[in-house]
């Protein structure tokens, strides 16, 4: 464990691009176009690595096998994480049997620097659903 950070996370400014979770999950014999497309996947990634939170492959716990890719992408909207994705060859080779996307807020942790709430009350309205809510008044604005 490191202990390098101090005790409470500092408060950061949020991201300003949207982020999507990217989550493909492998397909039944993925590891043979999985060592084919390597390099060009490796080559996609590298060359855009900037839009990447983190990336990686994934494994069931305690696993060996690769069963899929997760990534953390900046995009403009969906849309745009979309067009990133299709120009990956593990995308396009169609290795991965699912591939889903969910908008992603990078609220805390070691590569966002801290934490992007300043109090609970500052927050509290999207634990209840989202900007719109407003519980305080009991009801939506």
Same mark, same amino acid.
């Given at each position: 464990?490191? $202990?390098?950070? !101090?005790?409470?996370? =500092?408060?950061?400014?949020? +991201?300003?691009?949207?982020? %999507? &979770? @990217?989550?493909?999950? /492998?397909?039944?014999?993925?590891?043979?176009?999985?060592?084919?497309?390597?390099?060009?996947?490796?080559?996609?990634?590298?060359?855009?690595?900037?839009?990447?939170? $983190?990336?990686? !492959?994934?494994?069931? =716990?305690?696993?060996?096998? +690769?069963?899929?890719?997760? %990534? &953390? @992408?900046?995009?403009? /909207?969906?849309?745009?994480?979309?067009?990133?994705?299709?120009?990956?060859?593990?995308?396009?080779?169609g290795?991965?049997?699912?591939?889903?996307?969910?908008?992603?807020?990078?609220?805390?942790?070691?590569?966002?620097?801290?934490?992007?709430?300043?109090?609970?009350?500052?927050?509290?309205?999207?634990?209840?659903?989202?900007?719109t809510?407003?519980?305080?008044?009991?009801?939506?604005s």
């Amino acid at each position: 464990m490191n $202990t390098d950070f !101090p005790q409470e996370p =500092p408060h950061v400014s949020r +991201l300003e691009q949207k982020c %999507f &979770l @990217v989550t493909c999950r /492998d397909g039944q014999g993925s590891a043979a176009p999985r060592a084919e497309h390597l390099a060009g996947h490796l080559h996609h990634v590298e060359a855009h690595w900037t839009r990447y939170v $983190t990336a990686g !492959p994934i494994r069931e =716990p305690g696993g060996e096998a +690769l069963v899929g890719s997760v %990534f &953390l @992408v900046l995009a403009d /909207d969906l849309a745009d994480a979309k067009a990133l994705m299709e120009g990956d060859p593990y995308i396009t080779c169609g290795m991965y049997e699912t591939i889903e996307y969910k908008e992603f807020s990078n609220s805390i942790g070691q590569y966002i620097g801290g934490k992007i709430w300043e109090s609970v009350d500052a927050i509290a309205h999207r634990a209840a659903g989202g900007p719109t809510n407003d519980l305080s008044k009991g009801v939506a604005s």
